[in-house]
């Protein structure tokens, strides 16, 4: 396997590519790549037009990894995502046959998931918990690496189904999108009205059997025990927290603390993980997981206030 410095240098590698076609969105795009060594999914909330969808299939692009997108919309039934059969006459008789569905893929956008009914839902969380999906009596195996990035719309709230928070809790980030800052628009302005834009060649950087090698090693970056105590104070905390915190965060958050702080780490070219790294993915990992009391509403608190309240502590 290559060394520290060489993984390092290849991650560098993958942020200056991306930086051709995405401008600015830093904590996004390092967060995703952390998600994508973890081999977890990622809830992705945002307004419409901040490049979701770019990114993610640009990310695709320097990986080597099949990309799908699917557009969450009431009337999309599981059988449109995870496919069907149909009937085959190719050999003389007619024979039913499996044809896959979009979830087929190594990275699956799937964009407004919470246009989907419930049972579309279903469908697709049980792709993301099991890397499988069950098709009348047969079950079919997903390829690695295989990674759901799910885009919600936080303005609109008609025709919608909400994720419950046991649902929303599979995912292993919640990365917030925001605006982009004014010199960065105008950078998207230009860059965008640039007739050579579309005439921009990425770099393979990874290809995804090296990918699927780096998620196992992120498994064996070592952790000092104080540190790993300091992780699951802080999802503790969350729990104890009653004049903010309505229900905190479970066990599978110090889980995936500890695992993406791991990921950080490795991306970062470091032996191992650091009270630096614990505390950047601190957000995307709990903002998700806890839910608010009246009191931090009626303060005016969102769920990343609160989180950097529990950090400083």
Known sequence: ?????????????????????????????????I?????????????????????????????????SRIQGTPDLLPSDITGTYVIDESKGKKMFKFQNGPIFSNVVLVDEVNRATPKTHSSILEAMQEHQ?????????????????ATGNPIEQEGVFRLSEAQIDRFLFKINVGYPKFEDELKIVDRFNDKDFEEIALKQVFKSVELVKLQELVKHVPIANDLKKYAVELVASTRNKKDLIEYGASPRASLALVYASKARALMKGNKHVSKEDIKAVAFPVLRHRIILSFEAERKGMSEDDVIKELVKK
């Open 1 to 33: 396997m290559v060394g520290m410095d060489e993984i390092k240098k290849k991650f560098d590698t993958v942020f200056s590519e991306i930086n051709k076609v995405i401008v600015g969105q830093e904590d996004v795009v390092e967060q995703t790549l």
């Open 35 to 67: 998600a994508l060594l973890c081999n977890g999914h990622v809830y992705l909330e945002g307004y419409p037009g901040l490049a979701k969808t770019l990114l993610v299939r640009t990310l695709a692009n320097i990986m080597d990894l099949k990309f």
């Open 133 to 149: 999906v069950t098709v009348g009596n047969e079950t079919y195996k997903l390829e690695k690496p295989f990674f759901v990035l």
